[in-house]
């Protein structure tokens, strides 16, 4: 049940206000286009600006030009500093808990503006919804942090530990800012993260990895109306595109369907001949290499290195048949799956705070992408959950949407997790 307590925090929360603040902050092209100038440093600004106003110490770090990060941490403890969160001070807060609620600046292409019911970025509400790129895939989810964070503080609350929030650019590309975070020393206190992406506030413990590998084939370039003079790359590139295929029905067959994840899966993304870097493709001209990339996406029990080594032995068959064609194969990047346990107290404290708030069991669920919670976990050993508002469905297409109805529990969640999570010292 909600105490009095947790219901004197909880009416805190400014719903009008909240429901500006994702309205302002969609209404901020975050699209990643620097030819025209455009990127996460006017979002991100909106983000620090609402950090000060809230009273939170905050910190604004570009990664690379024109790409940000916004760091903002509240404590209650008296001498609490936002460096104390790196582990190479002497900290005072060494001890204490550390809850983190991550989220992105950045959003995806809004495509043709025509093909919109309403322009991309006018933030139309509707139908109880509100529309627009970005207001699902996150920036709703980031406002309901910032609005729990708001409430805490206006509370005057004590709890025993810290919440931070991380605002990063570039989750949907490279992900350079949560690696920045991670690198810049942000992440080394934080005991469990919330990632505030949209689940249609289920309580996602689970997350698939990721695995690329980028895979050449290199003949001899010809002339095309003379092929036998060269070695043609493409032929080779299909039978292992084919062997791939099947080895994907393998790993499905082996592995199975994890209970939130599904299946996994192994998705040639890129298929270019010429290979990238190699010149412009040309009708007469049989290129010297073909090239692909592979989108792994693993569950629990898959193994990256064996993988890798399995998909070696497949480009090594395929350039057997000639001595003059030869393979490389690159890893671009590798990130394990994600488990958090149930019983994990920042599970436990969300879990609670879906059942107490609408009085049906939580639903509990997984990730089949990536998130920023995959970099927090592989390289700090970070217990993360996935839990935000936004149909799991909606990301990404045109008229995106999110319900208010949703961001409203949403931001009750974080402040019922927050306090539960880091325990009330008096209030």
């Not at 570009?62 to 940000?68: D, L």
């Not at 064996?306 to 998909?311: F, G, K, L, P, Y």
């Not at 149930?342 to 998130?371: C, K, W």
Request: charged content about 25%; hydrophobic content about 40%; overall charge negative.
């Amino acid at each position: 049940m909600v105490s009095a307590l947790e219901r004197r925090v909880l009416d805190c929360i400014d719903d009008d206000e909240l429901i500006r603040w994702v309205q302002a902050l969609t209404r901020i092209p975050s699209v990643w286009k620097p030819g025209e100038g455009i990127g996460e440093e006017a979002a991100a600004r909106w983000v620090e600006a609402r950090c000060q106003e809230i009273g939170l110490q905050t910190r604004f770090e570009f990664v690379v030009p024109g790409r940000p990060n916004v760091i903002a941490a509240y404590s209650t403890h008296p001498s609490f500093s936002i460096d104390d969160l790196r582990s190479d001070r002497q900290s005072p807060i060494a001890d204490r808990k550390v809850l983190m609620f991550e989220g992105h600046t950045d959003v995806v292409t809004e495509g043709d503006p025509a093909q919109w019911t309403d322009p991309p970025f006018s933030a139309t509400i509707r139908d109880g919804r509100i529309y627009g790129r970005g207001a699902n895939d996150m920036k709703a989810g980031l406002c309901c942090a910032l609005m729990a964070i708001n409430a805490i503080v206006k509370s005057g609350v004590q709890l025993n530990g810290d919440i931070l929030l991380g605002a990063v650019c570039d989750e949907e590309g490279g992900m350079i800012g949560i690696k920045h975070f991670v690198e810049r020393g942000w992440a080394d206190r934080v005991t469990a993260c919330i990632v505030c992406e949209p689940e249609e506030n289920h309580v996602c413990i689970a997350q698939k990895g990721v695995m690329w590998l980028r895979c050449v084939i290199r003949g001899v370039m010809s002339h095309g109306a003379m092929p036998l003079t060269g070695v043609n790359a493409m032929y080779p590139m299909a039978r292992f595109l084919t062997m791939v295929h099947a080895f994907e029905e393998r790993e499905v067959a082996r592995h199975g369907r994890h209970a939130f994840l599904g299946q996994p899966s192994i998705t040639p993304t890129i298929v270019m001949s010429p290979a990238r870097g190699e010149g412009e493709p040309q009708h007469n001209v049989m290129p010297g290499a073909a090239e692909c990339v592979l989108d792994i996406r693993l569950i629990p029990g898959q193994d990256p290195d064996e993988i890798a080594r399995r998909v070696e032995q497949m480009l090594a068959a395929c350039v057997a048949i000639d001595d003059r064609l030869r393979y490389e194969l690159h890893v671009i990047e590798v990130r394990h799956p994600t488990h958090t346990d149930r019983d994990h107290p920042v599970v436990q404290s969300l879990a609670s705070a879906y059942a107490d708030l609408t009085g049906r069991p939580p639903i509990y669920g997984g990730v089949p992408g990536s998130t920023d919670g995959t970099i927090l976990h592989a390289r700090k050993g970070i217990p993360i959950v996935t839990c935000g508002p936004g149909d799991i469905h909606i990301p990404h297409h045109v008229d995106e949407w999110v319900s208010i109805e949703e961001i409203k529990l949403a931001a009750r969640m974080y402040v019922l997790a927050a306090m539960r999570y880091l325990r009330v010292l008096s209030s």
